[in-house]
């Protein structure tokens, strides 16, 4: 079976410092990968989607860059966090060429200060 | 343009039977999801409509009318552990868009 990882759970850190979040997928093989965010009580905001390794789309422009250096390797990072940064930010994954069912990992809380 | 619109809350009562609406406007359509998010946890998977109709799945039933851009989700027989955000998506050129979700509060 699939499962889908990610770290840290929780993270707090100062204005102005870098960020690296990471989700690893298991059990399945060139998965489309996702990150979204979401802001307290809003829905997903989709930040980056990736359909194979070294292949990222962007769909907000931002202080926020992705990478997939692996298959089933998908980085968030930034060199600058801001305050507005603070949130949810959510992986997910789903079969390349499917109906694009999502399934989620557990998420990082994120508060930048 | 794309636009996912539900209700931001709503409240029902345990044991009772509740409709969550969803209407869409999206340039293009393969297919409807619906998810459920807990607080503070990741959304999960509940149904996927792609034809009209409606498609049962144990408590929970989505009805889908493409032609309105209209679906909802049915929960019947509601359970505390029912309390939840559920998120509307629409499946379409090859991008999954995300209503905000609706707040769903059972009470006893």
Redesign the interface.
Known sequence: SQTIHQWPATLVQPVGSPLSLECTVEGTSNPNLYWYRQAAGRGLQLLFYSVGIGQISSEVPQNLSASRPQDRQFILSSKKLLLSDSGFYLCAWSLAGGSDTQYFGPGTRLTVL | GQNIDQPTEMTATEGAIVQINCTYQTSGF??L?WYQQHA??????LS?N?LDGLEEKGRFSSFLSRSKGYSYLLLKELQMKDSASY?CAV?GG????????TRLFVKA
């Open positions: 393969n297919g999801f503070g946890e990741a959304p999960t998977f996927y792609v998120l499946y090859f991008k999954t868009i995300f209503g905000a979700g």
